[in-house]
């Protein structure tokens, strides 16, 4: 990933899952909508995921309190099943997803162009809880 003057966040995580329900479970709509929020006072009601190159996403992320909403969407720029994601967000920001299988266990390291105006450990903590509610997720269904 190439980083001129950006700053690149990279969160990590082992789940204990093969590749394939790992790349099924990142990817299916039915599946995101189970797993991609921070914390438990947010969801996503929606996802829409054309994983190709090229292709689009957009998941709804929403307060349960009704407070909040908006679209996380982008288009992605290569996509190389059970290996790599890359996309570009709506905003511009880059981020790349890796996957690396082993067996019964699965890699995944994902990179991210920060944003202005929360503090790199705030976005970086709040991607980890996705990835770690990612984790528990997967290894549970």
Same mark, same amino acid.
């Given at each position: 990933m190439n980083s001129t003057d950006k700053t690149i966040i990279t969160i990590e995580a082992t789940i204990n899952a093969p590749?394939?329900?790992?790349?099924?479970?990142?990817?299916a709509p039915e599946h995101i909508t189970q797993w991609n929020n921070a914390s438990d006072d947010w969801y996503t009601p929606s996802a829409a995921n054309d994983l190709r190159t090229g292709g689009k996403f957009s !998941?709804?992320?929403a307060a349960r309190d009704g407070s909040a909403a908006?679209? #996380? @969407?982008g288009v992605y720029d290569k996509v190389r099943t059970h290996e790599k994601i890359a996309y570009t967000i709506g905003d511009g920001r880059k981020?790349?997803?890796? !996957?690396?299988?082993?067996g019964q266990s699965t890699h995944?390291?994902?990179? #991210? @162009?920060a944003e202005h105006t929360h503090s790199i450990e705030m976005q970086r903590g709040g991607w980890?809880?996705?990835?770690?509610?990612?984790?528990?997720y997967v290894e549970s269904n």
């Amino acid at each position: 990933m190439n980083s001129t003057d950006k700053t690149i966040i990279t969160i990590e995580a082992t789940i204990n899952a093969p590749i394939e329900k790992v790349w099924t479970h990142w990817s299916a709509p039915e599946h995101i909508t189970q797993w991609n929020n921070a914390s438990d006072d947010w969801y996503t009601p929606s996802a829409a995921n054309d994983l190709r190159t090229g292709g689009k996403f957009s !998941f709804r992320m929403a307060a349960r309190d009704g407070s909040a909403a908006f679209d #996380f @969407e982008g288009v992605y720029d290569k996509v190389r099943t059970h290996e790599k994601i890359a996309y570009t967000i709506g905003d511009g920001r880059k981020v790349e997803v890796l !996957f690396s299988g082993n067996g019964q266990s699965t890699h995944v390291v994902e990179s #991210f @162009e920060a944003e202005h105006t929360h503090s790199i450990e705030m976005q970086r903590g709040g991607w980890q809880a996705i990835l770690d509610n990612f984790k528990k997720y997967v290894e549970s269904n």
